[in-house]
């Protein structure tokens, strides 16, 4: 396809190639489509493949099935395993995995495979943007020279830029309306026509950077933040338990503190921190500054003490059961939420599952329920059967631990429980309850723990 029949007129939106229809890329897909934007999925997994094509989401989010139901009546998103398809579109957008190596380094590979097979199919003139969490010099050092010389051709005059992903599971779709872009490129044309893709595409503001060097390192100080944040809240949490204080009522005031342009911003803490993003990031950062002859404390400092934090949340479910006056090795834990985060159905790298396998070790009988998880993704936590309803899981458990804080959850009335499961421990991992909640549990003779409370 020459350069002239690809270029649309004026008022056609760009036709969208996204190499990589995981999470990110259905996600970034069905942004597209509800703005008129046309897109073709591409992804070596044919079952995938084939449930968008089926007009199915092939992931849980909210929103997203119906956006790409209404996509795919549309004729605007279709999806394929062939990768010399990306000739059609004028923008490609690369959205494959960055796992971390057995040294916790950045494995580029996938990136890498994702580009050699792209090269050859690419024309002068197109857009490639790069959305995978990468090290600082990845756009510029691996994916452009391996997309320009292509076919054997050197000269080859692409625009390609890095636009990190900054996206929440469970708000991803409205995130990808008001979250600003950030824009960094290889040169400043490639820069300035990924603004342009973004801002007319999906209609939201970008923040140009000086480099796609410099846009790389945005998402992982995003994400190191972030994990030493709640890692801090983490800490927090601990302390409070030992002083007798409620570390919510602590965050919550110690958040009105006005700081700078904002506020002090502590997050909350939880039983522990999971995803595909959070806790490997923090050790591409700590890579990155050992290459670079540094030593940085904090990026393991931060994900160490997250990564305690499935074992503490069971050390307080054994606490709770000796303060009533059983033990853990005697009792029936039910435990609701495998997922890493509320809200979805995502098990990776779920901080659950070492809580968990130590619960199985431990406790005399041990049930599970997540309504949002598939059978087949608890299976990468347990291989105890998911129970198929809540009354099921918890029904005269001594224990029902909420290690996610799923909205499904929160509509059954706590009476309901104390019926289910009289004077069991409610274990909170990461539903917040309210003062007026936890004083309700003592009314209904159910005991209470939380972290941090």
């Not at 990589?20 to 934007?37: D, H, I, K």
């Not at 999925?41 to 849980?60: H, K, L, M, Q, Y």
């Not at 960055?98 to 380094?105: E, H, K, S, V």
């Not at 090290?135 to 625009?159: H, M, Q, V, Y």
Request: aromatic share 4%.
């Amino acid at each position: 396809m020459s350069d002239e029949s690809r270029t649309p007129p004026p008022s056609a939106p760009p036709r969208v190639a996204i190499v990589g229809f995981g999470y990110v890329g259905a996600c970034l897909g069905a942004a597209l489509t509800e703005r008129g934007v046309p897109v073709l999925g591409i992804d070596v997994d044919a079952g995938r493949v084939a449930t968008v094509n089926a007009g199915e989401a092939p992931f849980s989010e909210p929103g997203l099935a119906e956006a790409m139901a209404r996509a795919h009546d549309r004729g605007i998103l279709e999806a394929t395993t062939d990768m010399s398809r990306v000739s059609e579109a004028e923008v490609v957008l690369l959205c494959v995995g960055t796992p971390l190596d057995r040294d916790f380094a950045p494995d580029t590979q996938q990136i890498r495979a994702a580009a050699h097979e792209l090269a050859p199919h690419l024309s002068n003139g197109q857009l490639v943007i790069l959305k995978s969490t990468a090290p600082p010099g990845t756009t510029e050092e691996i994916l452009a020279p391996i997309l320009r010389e292509g076919a054997g051709r050197k000269d080859r005059e692409l625009l390609l830029a890095f636009c990190p992903e900054r996206l929440a599971e469970g708000s991803a779709l409205e995130e990808l309306r008001t979250i600003p872009v950030v824009v960094g490129g290889v040169d400043a044309t490639s820069r300035d026509a990924a603004r342009s893709f973004w801002e007319e595409s999906l209609g939201i503001e970008t923040i140009a950077v000086r480099s796609a060097r410099t846009a790389e390192m945005v998402k992982l100080a995003d994400n190191q933040w972030i994990d030493l944040n709640i890692a801090l809240a983490n800490e927090l949490a601990r302390l409070s338990e030992r002083v007798g204080v409620d570390v919510l009522e602590v965050i919550a005031a110690a958040n009105s503190l006005p700081k700078g342009q904002h506020h002090v911003n502590i997050l909350s803490p939880s039983m522990g921190v999971g995803g595909s993003c959070l806790t490997k990031d923090p050790w591409f950062v700590h890579r990155m500054a050992l290459d670079a002859g540094l030593e940085l404390r904090l990026p393991a400092a931060g994900r160490r003490v997250n990564d305690d934090m499935p074992l503490y949340a069971v050390d307080r479910i054994r606490q709770g059961l000796q303060a009533s006056g059983r033990s853990l090795g005697d009792s029936r834990v039910a435990v609701l939420g495998l997922a890493f985060k509320s809200n979805t159905g995502d098990c990776r790298f779920s901080p659950t599952q070492p809580a968990i396998e130590a619960l199985e070790r431990e406790c005399a009988e041990l049930t599970l329920y997540d309504p949002l998880v598939t059978p087949g993704d608890a299976g990468q936590i347990s291989s105890i059967p998911l129970s198929t309803t809540i009354e099921e899981a918890v029904r005269g458990a001594d224990c029902i631990a909420f290690f996610t804080g799923h909205d499904a959850f929160r509509h059954v009335p706590l009476e309901r429980f104390a019926t289910l499961a009289p004077r069991s421990l409610i274990m909170d991992g990461r539903m917040y309850f309210s003062n007026e909640a936890i004083e309700r549990m003592g009314e209904l003779g159910l005991g209470f723990i939380g972290i941090g409370r």
